[in-house]
């Protein structure tokens, strides 16, 4: 079955440092994949996707690249802010049909300090 | 541009009632999945509407029901509740004939059974 995999939090970081949450996934076919934020008391955003391999999704100074040959979606960003503090999820979701599910990981806690 | 929106925001009931939850999805979209996130953990899949029809479930039992209407809103309704039912109930919503799709969250129903 499908399944994804992300680093475990928290993940405490200082304002500007450099940011990989890591991201690995098991699927069967040719999934697209996800990062979605959830901020404190609130639903999932959708941060970026790439729907193919070697594709990168980017947003708001986060990227994450499709890499088929490590089964791996890790999420990046360079300079982190104190806004950034949420917790990340990564996602799949395989192209089989129209009807489709979202499987995620457990999430990881960003913590980001002054 | 109306997102999803959810209702209500927080629940309180006691083991062995009964729950409905309420979704609109976002303005365009004509499909809606559900999905339950315990705390500390990634959302769960519980089943997928399309065309008033139940188009996927996922590994929950027949105590969560749901149901479209004509106007693309959606319940889900939990029977006999159990402790272990206490979680955010998120809705999502997309566009069934659009793949891959994204979904796009509400905000969630807190849901806690005492």
């Known amino acids: 079955g499908n399944s994804v995999t992300q680093m475990e939090g928290p993940v405490t970081l200082s304002e500007e440092a450099f940011l990989t949450i890591n991201c690995t996934y098991t699927?069967?076919?040719?999934?697209?994949l996800f990062w979605y934020v959830q901020y404190p008391g609130e639903g999932l955003q959708l941060l970026l996707k790439?729907?193919?391999?070697?594709d990168k999704g980017s947003n708001k100074g986060f990227e994450a690249t499709y890499r088929k040959e490590t089964t791996s979606f890790h999420l990046e960003k360079g300079s982190v802010q104190v806004s950034d503090s949420a917790v990340y999820f990564c996602?799949?979701?395989?192209?089989?049909?129209?009807?489709?599910?979202?499987?995620f990981g457990t999430g990881t806690r960003l913590q980001v300090t002054l | 541009d109306a997102g999803v929106t959810q209702s209500p925001t927080h629940l309180i009931k006691t083991r062995g009632q009964q729950v409905t939850l309420r979704c609109s999805p976002k303005?365009?979209?004509?499909?809606v999945s559900w999905y339950q996130q315990a705390l500390g953990q990634g959302p769960q899949f519980i089943f997928q509407?399309?065309?008033?029809?139940?188009?996927q479930r996922g590994n929950f039992p027949d105590r969560f029901s749901g149901h479209q209407f004509p106007n693309y809103s959606s319940e889900l309704n939990v029977n006999a509740l159990l402790l272990g039912d206490s979680a955010l109930y998120l809705c999502?919503?997309?566009?069934?004939?659009?793949?891959?799709?994204?979904?796009?969250f509400g905000p969630g129903t807190r849901l806690t059974v005492l």
């Open positions: 996602a799949l979701r395989t192209n089989t049909g129209t009807a489709s599910k979202l499987t």
């Open positions: 509407y399309y065309e008033e029809e139940e188009r």
């Open positions: 699927a069967t076919g040719y999934p697209s």
């Open positions: 999502a919503s997309s566009l069934f004939d659009r793949a891959p799709d994204t979904q796009y």
């Open positions: 303005s365009g979209h004509d499909t």
């Open positions: 790439a729907t193919k391999a070697d």
